[in-house]
T-cell receptor, first 113, second 109 residues
């Protein structure tokens, strides 16, 4: 079965712009989590969605937001981009919230210049 | 503050030279501890989940163990294809996941 699909794979944006990233979970998985991965900080939890509702949120500013659609696909948005937002953004899907086995996508590499 | 620390940061092994990676955590009320493997340019790949102290899980040359304060990922007779970054994550009572920064393993033929 198809894995987690993230689009686009690469993005280059300018400071101050906004960006939207997309994640399609594994078929049947209803929980989607987002992470930011940087060399210095490792993987940091952004938020988790289940049944179109945000269930958990990490310690990120309000510029980072997300949503989930009825088909479980999820988007995350970052507004007013800063240089420090350059990172690999990973999406993970699982059957249920806090799922014990999460499957990750390949990620979206965002570069802010 | 909940924290996950992995050591060493980097490890170079000769093919066949067994070793262990460490993951220590300070999360209270641990709901689960997870090991992932990440290859360059890819997302993490799930390896194991451990739930309680004393639990062990094995997969090919990998064996994960858990105590009340740390987990070990033992690699027996590694091969070059085992080269990757190994990530540890813990699940806190609020269902939040905290990841370590990983151990970069290189296995030299």
């Amino acid at each position: 079965k198809a894995g987690v699909t993230q689009t686009p794979r690469y993005l280059i944006k300018t400071r101050g712009q906004q960006v939207t990233l997309s994640c399609s979970p594994i078929s049947g998985h209803r929980s989607v989590s987002w992470y930011q991965q940087t060399p210095g900080q490792g993987l940091q939890f952004l938020f988790e969605y289940f049944s179109e509702t945000q269930r958990n949120k990490g310690n990120f500013p309000g510029r980072f937001s997300g949503r989930q659609f009825s088909n479980s696909r999820s988007e995350m948005n970052v507004s007013t981009l800063e240089l420090g937002d350059s990172a690999l953004y990973l999406c993970a899907s699982s059957l249920n919230p806090g799922g014990t086995e999460a499957f990750f996508g390949q990620g979206t590499r965002l570069t802010v210049v | 503050e909940d924290q996950v620390t992995q050591s060493p940061e980097a490890l170079r092994l000769q093919e066949g030279e067994s070793s262990s990676l460490n993951c220590s955590y300070t999360v209270s009320g641990l709901r689960g501890l997870f090991w992932y493997r990440q290859d360059p340019g890819k997302g993490p790949e799930f390896l194991f989940t451990l739930y309680s102290a004393g639990e062990e899980k094995e997969k090919e040359r990998l064996k994960a163990t858990l105590t009340k304060k740390e987990s070990f990922l033992h690699i027996t007779a590694p091969k070059p294809e085992d080269s990757a970054t190994y990530l540890c994550a813990v699940q806190a009572p609020g269902n939040q996941f905290y990841f370590g920064t990983g151990t970069s393993l290189t296995v030299i033929p």
